[in-house]
């Protein structure tokens, strides 16, 4: 009998958390907001508006709940969709650790060794749902970041520094070089987040640089065979600025961007020109 309970419990269980996953967050935490028009839309909406889309950009804010909540649903929403297979990228893995990913998504070495040996981010239980539906579905993750080693070349040495690297590791973890800064409204923004002024003898804008190309590289490249929708801290695609420029001019393919983060209510003079989709979320 206690065998039996147990049993049951753990059916319960299971199909708790199935049903769990797969509830929609409440519409009580969160407005989605078409730009062009300025007017708030529904989930299934911005999900249509998608549908044509090879390349979707999600810009989020890396500890808003409610927004990793609704990247889930969406990575779900594109699974669904008919035609090309999808392919999930993430800007909180850099490309040399993508076999790690992979050996973990085959399910070959345990999560223990996947967090440790892949560099997790602290908060990694926010992206662990999205990381479990795209192992149980077979949905390739594509670590799109540039090594944190590489970046730091640059930011003591410029872009320049990494013109030492042996050519096979420039192409299996660099976008191609060399890489262009960009310069105008995104290296504004870039001096603002910055309080207005670089540090001395610093490179660092051009460490960001090497960041977006990367990223922009890899998806670009994942795209030739696959519907990608790539989530990245929102400084990088705001203003259609950074990795998405470099994603623009990179590829032919329809890019539809969102950006997600908590605010009081939508600004349009001042959230119109964010991206496609804007998503204001409030504290569950």
């Known amino acids: 009998m206690l065998m039996l309970k147990s049993s049951l419990l753990a059916i319960f269980t299971l199909l708790f958390t199935a049903s769990f ?125 540039a090594p944190s080693r590489y970046t730091n070349m640059v930011t003591r040495g410029s872009l320049s520094a990494l013109e030492v690297l042996p050519a096979k590791t420039k192409k299996a973890f660099l976008a191609p070089l060399p890489i262009d800064t960009l310069s105008g409204r995104y290296f504004e923004k870039f001096t603002e987040a910055m309080g207005g002024h670089v540090i001395p003898n610093s490179h660092i804008y051009q460490s960001q640089n090497l960041w977006d190309a990367t990223m922009a590289h890899r998806i670009v490249q994942s795209a030739k065979k696959h519907r990608v929708f790539h989530i990245v801290g929102r400084f990088h695609t705001d203003e259609y600025q950074g990795t998405t420029a470099r994603v623009l001019r990179a590829t032919k393919h329809r890019v539809m961007t969102i950006s997600c983060f908590a605010a009081d209510a939508y600004d349009s003079a001042a959230h119109s020109g964010l991206a496609d989709y804007v998503i204001i979320t409030s504290a569950p």
């Open 21 to 145: 996953s797969l509830a929609q967050t409440s519409t009580k935490m969160y407005k989605i907001y078409d730009t062009r028009t300025g007017q708030v839309i529904e989930w299934a909406q911005l999900i249509q508006g998608l549908s044509d889309a090879r390349i979707i950009l999600w810009g989020e804010e890396h500890n808003d709940s409610v927004g990793h909540a609704l990247q889930l649903e969406m990575l779900q929403a594109l699974h669904r969709m008919q035609g090309r297979p999808l392919a999930f990228s993430m800007e909180m893995f850099q490309t040399d650790v993508q076999n790690v990913m992979d050996e973990y998504l085959q399910g070959w070495i345990s999560e223990k060794n996947f967090k440790s040996e892949a560099r997790a981010w602290n908060n990694y239980k926010d992206y662990a749902p999205m990381i479990a539906y795209a192992k149980t579905h077979k949905i390739p993750v594509v670590c799109a970041n």
